[in-house]
């Protein structure tokens, strides 16, 4: 298994302006993944994180908006910029094991007013 | 692409009944992983039980089983003896082999289910 631990938890913050959620894992992986679920929907894969190089954004997210760290094996940063109303979600961090389960970070809830 | 599809948005069963959640996927792969995770209104992903495709034997855990039919690219979810703990969304998910597994999971819109006491 592989316990992370994701924060903040939750924030509300003012449009416009940015916040940064970090993921903690307590062993090496090779790649993290970012999700967002918006309210009562499903996970939308952000991006995936792989040390030591650019992240890999699906299409509709872009780098500007969601700038993302991985400065080593263990920890990830995704950030939310400039934001609005709409960005108003659920953000998760995951880490997938070879053959196994995917784990998750226990979700950051942003409310932006 | 693979795709996963939760073709009921709400469920509801009586407690200690059985109600099934159905999913169903497309993929051009022989080889692959699919499950079965609870969010509860904490927000935390938790597993509930996993397939390998080559595995003929249909996955069970407790008072969760499913009925994986590879032919048909079903994977439904039956829990029986239900609990008022088990209200939650329920997501199927499915997981690609290639990349030595590192790839993310592909996701279902989730089904909402409901236990009446």
């Known amino acids: 298994s592989a316990v992370i631990s994701q924060k903040p938890s939750r924030d509300i913050c003012q449009r416009g302006t940015s916040l940064t959620i970090q993921c903690q894992v307590d062993?090496?992986?090779?790649?993290m993944f970012w999700y967002r679920q918006q309210p009562g929907q499903s996970l939308t894969l952000i991006a995936t994180?792989?040390?030591?190089?650019?992240?890999?954004?699906e299409s509709g997210f872009v780098i500007d908006k969601f700038p993302i760290s991985r400065p080593n094996l263990t920890f990830s940063t995704l950030t939310v910029s400039n934001m609005s109303p709409e960005d108003s979600s659920i953000y998760l961090c995951?880490?997938?094991?070879?053959?196994?389960?995917?784990?998750f970070g226990q979700g950051t809830r942003l409310t932006v007013v | 692409a693979q795709t996963v599809t939760q073709s009921q948005p709400e469920m509801s069963v009586q407690e200690a009944e059985t109600v099934t959640l159905s999913c169903t996927y497309d993929t051009s792969e022989s080889d692959y992983y699919l499950f079965w995770y609870k969010q509860p209104p904490s927000r935390q992903m938790i597993l509930v039980i996993r397939?390998?495709?080559?595995?003929?034997q249909n996955a069970t855990e407790n008072r969760f089983s499913v009925n994986f039919q590879k032919a048909a690219k079903s994977f439904s979810l039956k829990i029986s003896d239900s609990q008022l703990g088990d209200a939650a969304m329920y997501f199927c998910a499915y997981r690609s082999p290639r990349n030595s597994g590192n790839t993310p999971l592909v996701f279902g819109k989730g089904t909402r289910l409901s236990v009446i006491a």
């Open positions: 995951s880490v997938m094991r070879k053959g196994s389960e995917a784990f």
């Open positions: 397939q390998e495709a080559y595995k003929q």
């Open positions: 062993s090496q992986v090779t790649m």
């Open positions: 994180a792989n040390q030591g190089s650019e992240a890999t954004y």
